[in-house]
Every structure is written in structure tokens, then in C-alpha cells.
Nanobody, 122 residues
């Protein structure tokens, strides 16, 4: 499976963005998927994950209540709705397929797509 994130941009604090992660390949619906982000000079950090069926999700504490992950397997696409954005949300956002046991470590994922830049101004 190949993944490509899009939808990033520049937004003011308090605003919203919706990121998309489009996949190629017929196995998209068999993977749990995740969103990560990486700010300059920081490690890549977990943001959200969603089970292959869409029936279960997980979030980092820093985004809980503000971000919502979803997926449409018919369209081979995962989404990240980001509301009430803060300057500290500024980062490159990546999507990836989960292959491990825990959702929270980047090493548990593969098939990383190119990221999309999100910049939140204060």
C-alpha cells in the first residue's frame, strides 16, 4: 500500500483544517492506520490511529477533544479533522499503516507517505 497525505496549510489559531491520507492498493481496508507529526528538531510523535473497520480510535492526549480521525474504505482514504488549532500543532503531518501491537510508537508503522505541512499562526 502507498499512502499520501494532503490538506495542510496555514491557519490562524482557533481555526480548522482537514487532512486526507489517500492510499493506493487493494489492501487499504485491511490495515489499521495512524497519523503522526514532526515539528522542527523534535521527534515524530503519535497523533491518532484508527482501526481497519473504523470502529475504534486512539488519540494523543494533546489532541484529544480537538482532532477526529475517520476513514472511508470505499474511497481508500483516511481523514484527520483538526479543530481549535494551536501554534504548538505546527508540524509536518504523516500517515502510515500500523503493523505492530501498540499504536503509539512510530516504529510500529510502515508504508509512510510524504507529509503535509500544517502551520498555525498565533
Amino acid at each position: 500500500v502507498q499512502l499520501q497525505a494532503s490538506g495542510g496549510g496555514l491557519v490562524q489559531a482557533g481555526g480548522s483544517l482537514r487532512l486526507s491520507c489517500a492510499a493506493s492498493g487493494r489492501t487499504f481496508s485491511s490495515y489499521d492506520l495512524g497519523w503522526f507529526r514532526q515539528a522542527p528538531e523534535k521527534e515524530r510523535e503519535f497523533v491518532a490511529a484508527i482501526r481497519w473497520s473504523g470502529g475504534s480510535t486512539a488519540y494523543a492526549d494533546s489532541v484529544k477533544g480537538r482532532f477526529t480521525v475517520s476513514r472511508d474504505n470505499a474511497k481508500n482514504t483516511m481523514y484527520l479533522q483538526m479543530n481549535s488549532l494551536k501554534p504548538e500543532d505546527t508540524a509536518v503531518y504523516y500517515c502510515a499503516a500500523h503493523l505492530g501491537s501498540s499504536y503509539y510508537g512510530a516504529y510500529q508503522y510502515a508504508y509512510w507517505g510524504q507529509g503535509t505541512q500544517v502551520t498555525v499562526s498565533s
